[in-house]
């Protein structure tokens, strides 16, 4: 579906909002409809649309496919699901049971135009084409290639933290193949909904020799391959653009081990960092907006203006801008301001028409002074001033003064020696000095170890970073020098402002972009898929290469670098493994700086604590990992193939019977002959009280009374 390329790339981050409603909305236009989720297009609806928005356009109700639910052959029905084997399962279950009138299905990914599933893998399609059931109630399938997971403007995961030990634990090496394949088709997704058809290059480390250095270039591949049969099968893909060609840059975990180790000062990244945040479908902190009242939470999203305008803020700057921001924000409802003089009728009107707005962003304030407060008071009580300054010089491999550092090893003793310094903050210490030194002999390893006081299994996370490509341990007579700075360090330059001496530090996918817009990037370190095709774009100047030359004539090759005001060359960032929040920045930094349109993507996003056990768990035996790959494979509930019921049969009985039993009536006293006239009140005189209106002995009776409770003739449930 092509047309997904027209979607709002600006909308706060959520690329899909407009695709689904609009999906929606021409499903059955003017109809009223039931819209049909499963479990994980549930999340990704759940996480950019709201449920109001969707009950506007038609929709009388949402139903998740797994459930129980009344089949109601009067209305249409629209599927948006997930293309996994259950969800067709569940998908054929109500065709066959022919549970709502038409069928639209809505497939969340899929790249191969097929007929009817027009998504599916082939067994998948095979099933849905020979349906008979299918083709008589399935009036239009589409997809939307949405199977991911937009978090902010440039930022999207796909919500895997499993991704991280299938492609790095020694054990999952048989799943890597089809787990890139899953990548791939996600990535693809990506591409497809902001319409670029890019140029691939992707990280190849050339002084690696670790079992994961291939990684990028088998998943680059996997990556072309789809996009080209994506191409191939949509004469509509790329749809003509403006904008330069953009490129898709595909790397991992492994081009910088120290971006998810180090201290990092600017908002977003120590709110995660240091911060007890809860994270799942959404971001929640607990703050109490009152000291009165218990904390609850609160989100923390692309809705908060705040957040979004000093997510990337250095915390020095934050705490003072905030404080003078909330000042203004009072200034401009002066009609909450305490006055001593008596309200007036004017002044009430004022205050409750603009009461919603100042309690939201006075609730808003509240959450980010209370977040900046608790993150500074940690700061302070764990002495990361000292430590950050020593992860600086490890990092960057310069001093405060942009020198090589002395006594290192020195200050990391003195640090792991201290009672402040909290358990991890020693154990990322310790791996970061092992990175610098490129590597210790082993009982030097132990020591530092000893002075730190780290459990014995902190050890395994040290020697698991070989599976990454890092070098913790050398030998004797070793004489590899220490780490080699391939990317991350720059020129010695002054100190720009005070608190630059604890952010000196920038991720070396920073420095990738920066060099990628300047197309000074190193063709061997990060090689085309395509060489023959695509590097000749290099060498011209990405600035001049045209996405719209792909599919028409109009010659691109004169342009002159564009303005401000041109369209932005986009880049897709893609990195396997886990994401930072200091490379989100980056991103966003690089954009600015370089006039250009960059988005992260990410299996998923990594906080230190995550990371330290990530790596920790590439020793332990995999079945206690819990990877997906090893769970039962889900299969679609049972209910949904339960045949209904036919209703039972009327009882048979006689017309006299069926008359009589209309004719009488319960008392307390035994049944009696309804009275219906003169007649029947003289029949009733005429009946001997021992027989009770029947001629036969009384213990027959008993014996018919018993009979008749037995089956309910005459019972009265009170």
Known sequence: ???????????????????????????????????????????????????????????????RIEDRRPANKEMDAVYLLSPLPHIVDCVMAD??????????????????????????????????????????HVVKASVLNIDYYPRESHLVTFRDPWSFPTLFHPACNHLVAQHMEDLAQKIVSICVSLG??????????????????????????????????????????????PRPRGLLIITDRTLDLFAPLLHEFTYQAMAHDLLPLIEGDKVLYKASLDQAQPGKDQEISEKDSIWVKYRHLHMKDLLSQLVQDFNAFKAQNPQFADSEGPATINTIKDMLAGLPKFQEGKEAYSLHLTMTQDAMSVFQERKLADVASVEQSLATGLDEDYRKPKNLADQVIRLLDDDAILFPDRLRLIIQYLLYRDGLLPTDVQKLLFHARLPSRDSEVIYNLELLGAHTTRVLKDSRPGAQYQFGKREAQPPLNNE????????????????????????????????????????????????????????TWARTRPSTTEPKQRIIVFMAGGATYSES??????????NKDIYLASTHMLTPSLFLRQVGDLSVDRRRLDLPADRPKPRAP?????????????????????????????????????????????????????????????????????????????????
Not at 205 to 220: G, K
Request: proline share 7%; with cysteine.
């Open 1 to 63: 579906m092509a047309g997904a390329s027209a979607i709002s790339i600006q909308q706060r981050g959520k690329f899909t909002i407009i695709v689904i409603l609009d999906t929606i909305r021409n499903a059955d236009q003017g109809e009223w409809k039931v819209l049909i989720l499963d479990d994980g297009s549930h999340k990704l609806v759940d996480g950019v649309v709201r449920e109001d928005d969707i009950l506007e356009l038609n929709v009388t109700h949402i139903e």
């Open 95 to 136: 065709l066959e049971r022919q549970h709502y009138r038409r069928t639209f299905l809505i497939w969340t990914a899929g790249l191969a135009p097929i007929a009817l599933c027009a998504v599916l893998r082939p067994d998948l399609q095979v099933r849905l084409d020979k349906s008979a059931m299918a083709r008589q």
């Open 196 to 241: 670029e058809y890019p140029a691939i290059r992707y990280y190849s480390p050339q002084s690696s020799n670790h079992e994961a250095r291939v990684l990028c270039s088998h998943l680059a591949r996997f990556v072309q391959t789809q996009l080209d049969e994506y191409a191939k099968n949509n004469n509509d893909f790329p749809p003509p653009s």
């Open 500 to 555: 630059s001496g604890l952010s000196r530090f920038e991720p070396a996918l920073k420095v990738v972009l920066e060099d990628l817009s300047r197309s000074t990037l190193d063709q061997n370190t990060f090689p085309f898929t395509k060489p023959h095709l695509d590097a000749a774009d290099a060498f011209m100047g990405q600035d001049n290469v045209s996405q719209a030359s792909l599919r028409s004539a109009k010659p």
């Open 585 to 594: 920045r980056a991103c966003y930094e690089v954009s600015r700086s370089m």
């Open 638 to 718: 049972d209910h949904l193939f339960e045949k209904a019921m036919p209703p039972p049969p009327p009882a048979k009985s006689s017309p006299a019977l069926n008359d009589s039993m209309q004719r009488m009536q319960m008392t307390d006293g035994g049944v009696h002959p309804r009275p219906t006239g003169g007649k029947e009140q003289d029949f009733r005189q005429q009946i001997p009280p021992s027989s009770s209106g029947s001629g036969r002995p009384a213990k027959d009776k008993d014996k018919d009374g018993e009979k008749k409770k037995k089956h309910h003739f005459f019972s009265s449930k009170r």
